[in-house]
């Protein structure tokens, strides 16, 4: 029984060349369709959704529905094992275990003949077969050892003389340390970038019409978090477009500092401020957006700083202290154009705030928000609210400025979609040296979508 369990999780395990730079894996093919719910919903809002944007292009020889069994077994594929597909360059790779090899031969052979001329192959027990074009360019093949497979394209380069070396991936668990880390993490998919300096996996899994996203990552350009634990603002909640929770590690907050008054209009008159501040901080801090609202359009850095409605917060140890450095402050310097800042201290929390109707939404909301917070970072989104603020977005300045034009194209592929979810959320934790594990969720509309029932797996911030 152990043997058996053993020769199980090895067929299962992802199969990929070691200079593949991203792999999707999928651990049980016929586990896929739990997440055709959410996405079917979706893409029916969404053309990036759509299921038939990946469910058909799994691999680069075969012509088969992932999602569907009797397509799979119609190529002869096992469903209940394993699909990697990887990306190497302008190359792709997929392999697969086989539950009937001759049915995958000859259907492997229908679509290379459409290729070019087959040929085949055999050494040292492995077969190679090949389609050969009248340019002498084998634009695609596979590789056969026992039950198991592994194909390539070129997607138009010649991939001859990577196919014999494809070989040496069958038999054999990927490696690298992002599949060192997805190991630890659930889903029926998983997206892993294998190794370099930020490497990690994300795992999708699905419950009606919730989709959960977990991740683990290793050297992502984030503050160091403190965990979770007691903070004034882990209950924080209010109407608006988001709100955002964090534990950062107090060695971390005054770089953090620096960099959030980069971004503020105005921040160079706070920047000695600052300097004097970050030692009384505790790490706890928080952010409330509350709608975005463009009212001179998106042309200037101050414009854009100004749209999006909003106030931090950060808790500091000492109150009076903090207070004193307040007294010296320019409040003229902090006026611009575009808007106005207001820093002050409510209680032990100090505020940075663009509007004011955000900052007393803010602060009228820290009435029995302290407890204990479960994760170092935590947000929640409004996602019609997001959609709002995304139509706002001028599309004659998009025309203009390459940095809204991505806006404007998320208006118009999410929006739609945005409009018909109830909740974004995510959270955030330290998992080691440089590597943090988080999960996000997004929920749609169950009213939008009649017929599917909607659920929640995930943990909510």
């Known amino acids: 029984m152990v043997l058996a369990l053993a020769v199980t999780a090895l067929l299962s395990a992802p199969r990929a060349p070691a200079e593949a730079s991203v792999v999707t894996y999928v651990p049980k093919l016929d586990a896929l369709p739990a997440l ?45 094992s394993s699909l990697t597909v990887s990306r190497l360059g302008e190359r792709s790779v997929s392999c697969v275990a086989l539950k009937d090899v001759k049915r995958f031969t000859q259907a492997s052979q229908e679509r290379l003949e459409r290729l070019g001329e087959v040929y085949t192959k055999q050494e040292g027990g ?16 596979y590789v056969l050892d026992g039950d198991e497979s592994c194909a390539m394209t070129g997607h138009g380069l010649s991939v001859e003389k990577q196919l ?24 029926v998919a998983q997206v892993v970038v294998p190794k370099g300096a930020q490497h990690g996996a994300l795992t999708l899994s699905a419950d009606g019409l919730t989709l959960i996203a977990d991740a683990k990552a290793k050297g992502l350009p984030l503050a160091a978090l403190a965990g979770g634990g007691t903070s004034p603002y882990a209950k924080l909640s209010a109407p608006g ?34 300097a004097r501040v970050a030692p009384l901080l505790t790490g706890n801090v928080a952010l409330f957006a509350a709608r975005v609202k463009v009212t001179q359009g998106l042309r200037t850095k101050e414009a ?16 009076a202290a903090v207070q004193a450095l307040l007294g010296g402050l320019d409040a003229a310097a902090l006026a611009s154009r575009a808007g106005k800042l207001e820093v002050g201290l409510a209680g032990t929390t100090l505020y940075l705030a663009n509007d004011a109707a955000a900052k007393d939404a803010a602060l009228k909301a820290l009435e029995g928000a302290a407890g204990k917070q479960a994760h170092a970072g935590e947000a929640v989104v409004d996602p019609k609210l997001l959609a709002d603020g995304l139509a706002q977005v ?9 940095e809204l034009a991505g806006l404007v194209a998320a208006a118009t592929e999410l929006g739609p979609l945005l409009l018909a979810s109830t909740r974004v959320s995510g959270w955030l934790d330290p998992a080691g ?29």
């Open 164 to 187: 014999p070396e494809l070989a040496k991936v069958l038999g054999k668990s990927a490696k690298g340390p992002g599949f060192a880390l997805a190991q630890g993490l659930s889903g």
């Open 304 to 319: 854009r700083y100004f749209a999006v409605k909003h106030v931090l917060l950060a808790e500091v140890s000492d109150a």
């Open 433 to 461: 040296v440089g590597t943090h594990r988080g999960q996000a969720a997004w929920e749609l509309d169950a009213a939008k979508f009649p017929g599917t029932s909607t659920g929640g797996k995930a943990t909510a911030p």
């Open 241 to 274: 477009l988001a709100v955002v929770r964090a534990r950062l590690a107090r060695p971390a907050l005054g770089p953090v500092l620096e960099q959030v008054l980069r971004q503020v209009p105005g921040g160079k008159a706070l920047s000695p401020l600052s």
């Open 394 to 402: 001028p599309l004659l300045e998009a025309l203009q400025a390459p």
């Open 126 to 141: 492995v077969t190679t077969v090949g389609a050969r074009d009248p340019l002498n360019r084998v634009l695609a093949g």
């Open 36 to 80: 055709l719910p959410f996405f079917t919903a979706a893409g029916s809002r969404s053309t990036l959704f759509r299921p038939e944007g990946w469910r058909d292009q799994a691999h680069p020889v075969l012509e088969f529905d992932v999602t569907d069994k009797a397509s799979l077994e119609a190529a002869g594929v096992d469903p209940a």
